[in-house]
């Protein structure tokens, strides 16, 4: 390994880079959790993850990655033989409904190609097959990961209601909160699932699940075991302020930090942000004359683009190449798309500069393996990049 000098590009899609501000916010000498200090702080934490989601329903939030807020939602909401409708999305939505599967969930899994969204169609479909209303919840991954495909929520909505459907609606929301336009009032989301380090800034360890009435009400005839997840101590938590346990009390600074910061800058501009930042991306990508992995131009991510490899080479020896020869991170392919796929994140705190400077690296790395490319890959991302800021 060589001696890289200057600084890390944390490319991956999340974690993602911590910006000074929550840094030093992280810092903070840590606080006694049973006191004043610590319960303002638990109240503006809980105000300002809200407010990132377009929520006014209560936060549960939980020491834990986002796979933890997955379970919270499951074993809250639902009870063993339940049947629900979740879409192959990619790898985020397979680990999910194995999950399930591991409760003794009856899952209806809508098959996918991992370059599209959740289809609307099967969705309406199984709805109105559904006549006597058996389905508990429809789970959907907004931006999967792994493919960088953003799904329609407000049309899976729309879809529900229009079939007079009464199944909850959970959202695993992890890779597009404060960076993708997610609105949980507005499209009636039950369960909103999120967690620490993708969109909002921070390090791993934070986990929440934003719930609504119906999602609460559903919760007291739910028969899953649990306790540690179980959201009734939950309740007492939002309301006081005060955890059952140790809560992460220095990630609660970076996140009141981190929400400050996003709120400052407006979600909108947040949003136009990252749409424009992923456009370049796109640009470079088409510009080099590789091939986006998402097959729908309307189904774009902006938190993150998946890059079909050139046949006979592997996507994860360019990662190892630009991670140790350029001090770049970038997504390996993950599931399936092992080998296959590298993926640049574009999600969190980051400017122009900071993603020319990725894609340059990345095309320097991708020089250096030989991956046969046009050049003009970042010329294209800076042709975009001065027209649009
Ligand atoms: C990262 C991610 C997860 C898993 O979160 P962990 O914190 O690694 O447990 C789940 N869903 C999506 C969409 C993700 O991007």
């Known amino acids: 390994m060589e001696s890289l000098t200057g600084r890390h590009f944390l490319q991956i899609?999340?974690?993602?880079?911590?910006?000074?501000?929550?840094?030093?916010?992280?810092?903070h000498p840590t606080i006694d959790h049973r006191s004043q200090e610590f319960q303002r702080l638990s109240h503006e934490v809980m105000e300002g993850v809200?407010?990132?989601?377009?929520?006014?329903?209560?936060v549960f939030i939980f020491p834990s990655s986002g796979t933890g807020a997955w379970e919270a939602a499951l074993v809250n909401t639902l009870s063993s033989?339940?049947?629900?409708v979740m879409f192959e999305t990619g790898h985020f939505a397979t680990l999910w409904y194995k999950m399930a599967r591991r409760w003794n969930i009856q899952?209806?899994?809508?098959?996918?190609d991992w370059r599209h969204g959740a289809s609307i169609t099967a969705l309406e479909e199984i709805l109105h097959r559904d006549t006597n209303r058996q389905i508990r919840a429809v789970m959907v991954v907004h931006n999967e990961t792994s493919t960088g495909v953003c799904s329609s929520i407000g049309a899976i909505r729309q879809v529900m209601n229009a079939a007079g459907h009464p199944a909850l609606l959970m959202v695993d929301t992890i890779s597009s909160l404060g960076s993708i336009d997610y609105r949980h009032d507005e499209w009636e989301v039950d369960v909103t699932i999120g967690c620490s380090q993708k969109g909002l800034m921070l390090p791993?360890?934070?986990?929440?699940n934003i719930v609504s009435q119906k999602a609460w009400q559903a919760s007291s005839s739910a028969h899953l075991p649990k306790s540690y997840w179980d959201w009734q101590a939950m309740r007492t938590t939002e309301q006081t302020g005060f955890f059952p346990y140790t809560p992460p009390t220095n990630l609660?600074?970076?996140?009141?930090?981190?929400?400050?910061?996003?709120?400052e800058e407006g979600l909108p501009r947040v949003f136009a942000r990252h749409a424009r930042l992923a456009e370049a991306t796109r640009r470079a990508v088409v510009g080099w004359g590789l091939e986006l992995l998402c097959a729908n131009a309307g189904e774009y991510s902006q938190s993150l683009t998946a890059v079909i490899m050139p046949g006979g080479h592997d996507s994860t020896a360019l990662c190892q190449l630009a991670a140790e020869k350029f001090n770049?991170?970038?997504?390996?392919?993950?599931?399936?798309?092992?080998?296959?796929?590298?993926?640049?994140?574009?999600?969190?705190?980051?400017?122009e500069l900071m993603l020319l400077g990725a894609l340059g690296g990345l095309e320097l790395a991708m020089r250096r393996a030989n991956i046969p490319i046009r050049p003009t890959g970042v010329h294209d991302a800076i042709d975009y990049l001065a027209k649009n800021v």
Do not use: C, W
């Not at 809200?50 to 209560?58: C, G, I, T």
């Not at 033989?81 to 629900?84: A, F, H, N, P, T």
């Not at 899952?107 to 996918?112: A, I, L, M, T």
């Open 328 to 351: 770049l991170s970038l997504g390996q392919g993950l599931g399936k798309l092992q080998g296959r796929v590298f993926r640049i994140g574009h999600l969190g705190d980051l400017n």
């Open 204 to 208: 791993p360890g934070i986990g929440f």
């Open 13 to 27: 899609p999340g974690p993602t880079n911590v910006p000074d501000r929550v840094l030093s916010a992280l810092a």
């Open 107 to 112: 899952v209806e899994f809508v098959p996918g």
């Open 50 to 58: 809200k407010r990132v989601a377009q929520a006014s329903d209560p």
């Open 252 to 263: 609660f600074y970076g996140l009141r930090e981190s929400t400050r910061m996003l709120l």
């Open 81 to 84: 033989g339940d049947r629900v």
